[in-house]
């Protein structure tokens, strides 16, 4: 059996994360992503720079508005 290869490429993507009910939206970071199932990896120092820009309260370069739906089992 041949041994699986992890094909890893560098890409810019669009990260995203939530801090106490609100969501962050930060484009352009790079990162190193699996071709196959689309897994992001990020550098530790990229990782805290995300971090940084949005703990640290920098002004965002835009804000957008989200609808949000919450999926219910019961209704089919």
């Not at 939530?18 to 196959?36: C, L, T, W």
């Not at 992001?40 to 949000?68: I, N, S, W």
């Amino acid at each position: 059996m041949k041994g699986h290869e992890e094909r890893l490429v560098d890409k810019r993507v669009t990260y995203t994360l939530e801090i106490e009910g609100k969501f962050y939206v930060v484009e352009n970071v790079p990162a190193r992503v699996n071709e196959e199932t689309g897994e992001q990896y990020f550098a530790p120092a990229t990782v805290e720079r995300l971090r940084a820009k949005v703990m640290g309260q920098e002004k965002p370069d835009k804000v957008v508005e989200t609808p949000v739906y919450v999926f219910d089992d019961r209704t089919a």
